[in-house]
């Protein structure tokens, strides 16, 4: 019973995340093509001259638009019309704070000049001896960094991401010397995090050490046996 249960154990953490990966997939194919297939022609669809459906078709569409809208932004004209467009946006009430939120955030997390949560780091928290996973943002600026100018060595914002949630979390300014940077990434401190301390990273740094340990031996061990013939 017991190897039994073993099995049952590693067939489910193999198979649970490709479920999981799978459905979330396939409902999101599907939500798309649910708002997309409204504004496409019955007979542009392909299961109105296909036997069966295509799904993602939705997607598609909706992925070779996004794209062609970008590329009319990147010239003259499409910035002219995006820039009357965002100035109505800002003078309706209630809307410009939700656009101009939305829009700051999705340029912070996707732009490529970002360098946002680049570094994973570990800090005294909330009491000394006790250690917490965070993800440092950037330093000080502006207002913040004026008013902490006090402060003992340069303030650094750090975002502290729960357990097992790192949607939400809390944004501290700390000293950057009472951070100690870690080598993993921002992926494997948040798969650290999401899981409890469960599924820790692998060091590469001792990785490399016995790597260079082990190929040590091999040419000590090499050097003694031609000394030997």
């Keep these: 019973m017991m190897r039994l249960r073993n099995y049952f154990l590693t067939g489910f953490i193999v198979c649970a995340p490709l479920a999981i990966t799978a459905w979330i997939t396939w409902s999101f194919m599907g939500w798309v093509d649910s708002w997309v297939q409204p504004y496409i022609p019955p007979r ?12 993602g078709f939705g997607l598609i569409v909706a992925l070779i638009l996004i794209t062609l809208i970008g590329f009319l932004t990147a010239n003259i004209i499409g910035r002219t019309v ?5 100035r109505i946006l800002s003078r309706t009430p209630l809307v410009r704070t939700v656009y101009m939120a939305l829009k700051q955030i999705f340029e912070t ?3 490529d000049r970002s360098t946002s949560f680049k570094t994973a780091a570990l800090m005294e928290y909330p009491r000394k001896g006790v250690w917490c996973v965070v993800l440092v943002a950037t330093d000080a600026r502006g207002e913040v960094a004026r008013v902490l100018a006090d402060q003992d060595g340069e303030m650094t914002a750090v975002f502290l ?10 944004l501290l300014y700390v000293p ?12 494997n401190a948040l798969k650290l995090v999401v899981s409890s301390g469960l ?18 031996v091999k040419v ?3 050097r ?4 030997a013939a």
């Excluded at 950057?176 to 992926?187: A, F, H, T, V």
């Design 161 to 170: 991401p729960p357990t097992p949630n790192p949607t939400s979390g809390f």
């Design 82 to 86: 995006i820039g009357w467009g965002e």
């Design 224 to 227: 003694d046996t031609e000394a």
């Design 199 to 216: 599924v820790a990273p692998d060091d590469a740094n001792a990785k490399i050490s016995i790597e260079a340990a082990a190929e040590s």
């Design 220 to 222: 000590r061990q090499s």
């Design 176 to 187: 950057k010397k009472d951070l100690r940077i870690l080598d993993m990434s921002i992926e």
């Design 44 to 55: 542009y669809w392909p299961d109105s001259y296909l036997p069966f459906a295509i799904p």
């Design 109 to 111: 997390v996707l732009a």
